[in-house]
Structures are given as C-alpha cells and as structure tokens.
C-alpha cells in the first residue's frame, strides 16, 4: 500500500504537462469559488456592519405603551423585563444603548433634507464618542443641549457648517408637529450613500422635542459580541421577554411575514412615528416590547447574497465536471501508456487494488495540490483586491468598509470546497482506474510486442 | 515431486468469428532446481505457456499444477498471492519501474505484501543481490540511465528477491547482443546453482540451449522433443 503510493507520488512528476495542467484547472475553479465566497462573505460582514451604525445596534428592543386616551406610543416605559432579559444574555452582549429616535426635516436657508436623529444619552454612553468616526468639528460641546451631529453628506447638501444653526421639524409621539432649534458641532464620515445615515444629540433634547421626559427612551440597542449569532440571541432575549411582559410577534427574515409588517417595522427603526388607535379588546398595560435584529432588516440583502453564491457554487459545479472530463481523459491515456507497466506489477505480485491506489492517490494528489494552491492564489488576489481604496462616494460604498472591499474566508466553506473536488476527482479517476486494474497481466504485458 | 507439471494443456485466443490455437496440447513436467531451456521458433507457443506456468494466463484445457497447486482451482487474490510467493519473472523489454531507482526496483516486490523475509534480512538480502549482479554501484540509479545488459541483471536480482521457488524467463536475452547475452544467462545460472532456484527460460538461441538441464522443444504448439542434454 505504502509502496503503491511512493510510485503514485513520483508517476505525477513523470507527465509533467500534463499534471501541471489539470492541477491548474483544479486550482482555478477552487480560486474562483473561494474568491466569490471571500467576496459574498466579507460584504455581508461589511453591510451588517455599515447597517448596524445606521440603525445603532445588532438587536433592538423597542416598545410601545397604550395611551390613556387608546392610542399607540412608541416608548419604553417600565424596562424591568427588558433589563431581566438583557441579563440572561449578557455574556453574549458588547454594549447596550438607551436611545429615542425620530425621523424629521432639516431646515437651513432655503434648503431641507429629511434626516433621521438618535438621542443618545452622552454622559451614560462614553464608548460613543471613541465609536463615532468624525470628519470634521469636534465632540467638545456635545453636552450643550441642541447639539448636533450630522453624516457630511446631509451637510454637504445643506452647505451648513460646523458652528451654524439649523431648524428641525418633527412630529411628537403623539403626533403634533413641533420645531427645534439646532447648533452642527460635527460631522461624520459617511458610511453610506443612501444618506441613511443617522443624526445624533442629546437624548434629553430630542425628547423634549418629541413630547417625551428626558429619562425616557424608545428603544435598546444591543451590540453583540460576535454578529454572528445575532438570531439565536435574539430568540433567546425575545422568549424571556415574552415571559415576563407583552410582547409583538417576532417578524424575522425567514418567516412569512408580509411585506407590510416588514416596512412597518422599519419605519419604526427610523423613528417615523404614526399614530394608531388601539382597539379596546386588543389594548394592553404597561409597555409591549418587540425584538428586531440586523438580520431581519437586511433579508432582502441576505437573499442577493445568497443568490451570488449559489450561482458561484453551480458555476464551480459546471468547472469541476467539466475537470472530471478532463481527468477522466487523462487517465484513460495514463492507463494506455503504462499497461506494459501495469502488467509487470501485477505479474510481481501487486494485487488489483494496488493498481486502483497509485491511480486515486495521484489524481487524490493532484487535486489536493491544486486546491491549496488555488486557495494560496485567492489570498494573494484577494489581499490585493482589499488594498484598494474605491473611495466613499461610489454605489459600492454600502459594500465596503471606508472604501476597501473586505473578504472574509471561511475556513469550513474551504474545507467543504475541496471535499468536493476531492470526491469528485476519485469518482472521475474511479472508471480508468478498474480498467486499469482489470487489465489482464498477460495481454498488458504482450502490449508492446 | 514436479514443481511444475502440465497435463493435456491448450490454448487458444479468440480472433474476430474464429479461434488461433496457440497451445494444442501440452504435458510435461519440471523437476525442482533444475535449470530449464524452452525453446522453439517464433509463434511455436513459448510465451503462452510461460504465461500459464507463470499464473498471468489460464489454459483454456488441461491443468497446470505449480508446487502441487492447481491453478484453476485459485480466485484472482490467491492466484496473484501465489505469484508473488512462488514465481519471479524476467522479461525480454527488462521492464523495471521507470520511477523507481535500482535498489527500490529490485526491493519493490518484497514491498507489496508478505513474504516472510524479515526487515533486517530483508536489507542484507538486496545487497547480496545487488553484489551478485555487480550493480553495487548502481543502486541510485533510474533504469533509463542503465545499459540493456544491466537492466536484465536488475531485473534478475529483482526476480529473486522474494525467494521464489521458480524464476521464468521469457526470452531474457533477445534484446541483448550475444555476448551480453550469454553472460546473462552464466549469471542465471550461477543463480541456479547457488540457490537452488529452478529457472526456466525460453529461447530460439541453440548456443543458450545447450546450457540448459532440460531441454523442451516445441513446434506449432506441441512439445516435439523433451531430452536432458548430457553434461556439459
Ligand atoms: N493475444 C493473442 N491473440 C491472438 N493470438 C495470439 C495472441 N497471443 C499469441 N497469439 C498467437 O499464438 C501463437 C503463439 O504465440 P506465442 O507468443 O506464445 O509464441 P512465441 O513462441 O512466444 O513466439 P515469439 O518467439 O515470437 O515470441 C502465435 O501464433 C500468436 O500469433
Ligand atoms: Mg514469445
């Protein structure tokens, strides 16, 4: 067995050209999936990343409140089942923000520009001001209630500098239309071009603004310690809500919640606060919680991602059988040129499994070799790709993170990957290899008579 | 007791609609060590029947009984097992392992499965060999950097190295000049006698026929005359 596959291991070395070839051919299709893979992966992993600042957090406990007169408000009003069921999860937890959040109108000179506006609570939150990513101005007047800080884009379109004053416009809970005064202290760096970016002041000053008491808030931002397992956190966070207080049915991405309840959902996020009626049987006490998490907001995202690498994965697919051909053919006239060969061994002795070992461990060889060095290829390129900046400003920009790509390698999708070819190698050297093995030693050894 | 006896032995390959007998009949029996001739003209049947003796081919009649053992009586596994055991093989074209180098071709048949030489007799036992054949410095060579006459000594220190109890030959010298080729079969030989090895060889060469213990002639398929020579 040892001996068959020191000569399996030297016979790759004997056809040189031929070797190098169908290992190239492995190493491509491997490159091209691992590459697409890379790519599919590190945008998911940049898009939650540029979506969870837009949207401040990884999961979001929100809340609403039934109003003395029956009317829905969007506001937390006693947080102990919430702050118990954050408990439960805690060592899954980064930080946890305290937030109300409205969406309005910017007015300054005769310019407006609809922009959404968190209040953060600056003196409870201090890793705010080492996460916030500032390009211009600074955070030293950041306690001075009507402070403001602005994504540049919604600046730039405004032509407001830092030190000037603007108007806000927005509705409170309750619906009136109420006017606040603002002074720009700073300006962020934008992440994305869908000027979605978030607005940021003082907690206690946008409450006031929206009709609420400065320790109020309207949602819980958790930001985990790993994105990646936002789902089984949330559903964790949400059954011990559900044990304690009312809670909204969970609308996820994978479930068949309808498209309305998806947008609802989102407005909410973004603070476009709309008064509804509560229905006397179907009014509550006390504040009814839902749990969203980036996920549920970015399935539309998840499903193009999705969609990308499946289509990679039946192009890999295509790649490799059309490899298998290639192998196939190959060990067919590998079996042609040796059978004098082959019949010599099997006249010394060597048993017909022998003769199927040295044909699967070369080409089982081949393609090991082939997929390492695909795999070695697609981290030169891809480290090459993420050290070019395609600035901001671009359509890209959702996708990247501070203008470069990032590709995020999945060591098991590897792994996976070259099970595949692998597998698929054998099966297609499987054919040549029986025949080759079946050969009878006297006519193999009279083929070169 | 015969170490190798045939008994109404035929064979004949198919050839489109019709069949070519080869081997129209055989019988003859092999005594143990003796140093064996089979000779005859092209396309008299020596091949076949070395291949048969040598388990590689099955007789379409008859019986071919290697060591006591009848052949027809094996599945592919032990046919090939007795093989290993029981029969080494020098061939005309040499055909050694190209990827293998002269000490690994000649070692590659204790390799490739038991044969109850021990690892450490094993080592002793190749370099005797090697020595025997003067490769002794040859050993890291690859067979395409060799002469023709010394691929055969390869290939005969090779056919031994598993102590087989017959070695055959199948033409061993008809790719060599007459000088080499005689000295290949005065090496055969003297394995012979020092061993104890029972060699058969064919050949068309009367000069390596006169060699031999034991001469077989055939002519279209059957044995025409089957004579010890006197000493020589
Ligand atoms: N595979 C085969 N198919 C058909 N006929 C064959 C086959 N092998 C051998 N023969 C025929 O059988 C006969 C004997 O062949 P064999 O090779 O045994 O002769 P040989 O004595 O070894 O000849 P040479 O001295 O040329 O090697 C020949 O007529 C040959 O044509
Ligand atoms: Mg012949």
């Known amino acids: 067995m040892l001996q068959m596959i020191r000569i399996a291991l030297r016979n790759i070395s004997r056809q040189k050209k031929r070797s190098i070839l169908l290992g190239s051919a492995i190493a491509f299709g491997f490159l091209v999936i691992t590459l697409v893979n890379g790519f599919t992966g590190g945008l998911l992993k940049t898009t939650k990343e540029n979506l969870s600042h837009l949207f401040g957090g990884h999961i979001y406990i929100s809340g609403s409140i039934v109003s003395p007169l029956g009317s829905e408000l969007p506001m ?374 | 007791m015969a170490i190798i006896r045939l008994e109404k032995v035929k064979k004949t390959y198919p050839l489109g609609k019709t069949v070519v007998p080869a081997v129209k009949g055989v019988d003859f029996e092999i005594q143990k060590s003796d140093f064996i001739s089979l000779a005859g003209p092209s396309g008299s049947g020596k091949t076949t029947i070395l291949n048969m003796i040598g388990c590689i081919d099955t007789p379409t009649e008859g019986v071919v009984e290697i060591d006591g053992v009848k052949t027809s009586d094996l599945n592919d596994k032990e046919i090939t097992r007795l093989r290993h055991r029981t029969i080494g093989f020098i061939f005309q074209s040499f055909n050694l392992i190209p990827v293998l180098n002269v000490y690994e071709n000649i070692e590659f048949p204790l390799l490739i499965g038991d044969t109850g030489i021990s690892q450490k007799e094993q080592k002793k036992w190749i370099q005797f060999l090697i020595e025997e054949v003067g490769l002794g410095q040859w050993q890291k060579h690859r067979p395409n950097e060799l002469s023709g006459g010394q691929r055969q000594r390869v290939a005969i220190a090779r056919a031994l190295v598993t102590k087989p109890k017959i070695v055959l030959a199948d033409e061993p010298t008809a790719n060599l000049d007459s000088a080499t080729g005689e000295t290949i079969i005065n090496l055969m030989k003297k394995m012979n006698k020092e061993l104890g090895t029972t060699f058969l060889f064919s050949t068309h060469d009367q000069k390596i026929v006169d060699l031999a213990d034991h001469v077989i002639r055939l002519k279209d398929g059957l044995v025409s005359e089957n004579y010890r020579p006197k000493a020589v």
Not at chain 1, 292 to 315: C, G, H, K, R
Not at chain 1, 393 to 418: D, T
Not at chain 1, 431 to 446: D, G, I, K, V
Request: glycine content about 6%; some cysteine.
């Open chain 1, 76 to 449: 937390i009003q006693d947080s102990f089942a919430a702050e118990e069921a954050i408990k439960a999860i805690s060592d899954r937890v980064a930080s946890v923000q305290y937030r109300s959040k409205t969406t309005g109108t910017l007015y300054f000179g005769n310019k407006e520009q609809t922009q959404k506006l968190e209040g953060v609570d600056f003196a409870a939150e201090q890793s705010f001001r080492t996460n916030i990513d500032i390009s211009k101005g600074s955070l030293a007047d950041i306690d001075k209630p009507g402070s403001l800080i602005l994504p540049e884009a919604t600046a730039k379109k405004l032509g407001v500098e830092i030190g000037e004053t603007l108007l806000y416009r927005a509705s409170t809970v309750t619906g009136q239309q109420n006017i606040g005064e603002f002074t720009l202290i700073a300006t962020t760096t934008s992440s994305s071009v869908m000027v979605m970016d978030t607005g940021y002041t003082s907690k206690a000053y946008l409450n006031t603004l929206i009709g609420l008491d400065e320790g109020d808030y309207q949602s819980i931002n958790i930001f985990l310690k790993d994105v990646a397992e936002v789902q089984t956190v949330a559903d964790r966070l949400y059954s011990n809500l559900a044990s304690n207080a009312p809670v909204s049915p969970r609308i996820s991405a994978d479930s068949t919640s309808s498209p309305r309840n998806m947008s609802a959902m989102r407005s909410s996020l973004m603070g476009m606060n709309q008064i509804v009626q509560v229905a006397k049987e179907e009014q509550w006490k006390g504040t009814k919680f839902s749990v969203t998490t980036i996920e549920d907001l970015m399935s539309p995202i998840l499903s193009l991602l999705s969609i990308i690498q499946a289509v990679a994965f039946l192009v890999f697919i295509i790649l490799l059988v059309i490899i298998m051909v290639g192998i196939m053919n190959s060990y067919r006239m590998v079996m042609i040129e040796r059978t004098e060969e082959i019949g010599t061994m099997r006249a010394l002795g060597v048993q017909k499994s022998g003769i199927r070992t040295i044909f699967f461990t070369e080409a089982l060889s081949e393609a090991v070799l082939g997929t390492a060095s695909g795999f070695v290829l697609a981290l030169l390129i891809g480290g090459i790709l993420s050290l070019i900046n395609f600035g901001s400003g671009s359509f890209l920009s959702l996708f990247l993170a501070r203008g470069h790509f990032v590709l995020q390698f999945s060591i098991p999708e590897a792994l996976k990957n070259m099970l595949i070819i692998c597998v698929m190698s054998i099966m297609a050297v499987y054919l040549p290899a029986r025949s080759a093995a079946n050969l009878e030693p006297a006519q193999a050894l009279r083929a070169t008579y």
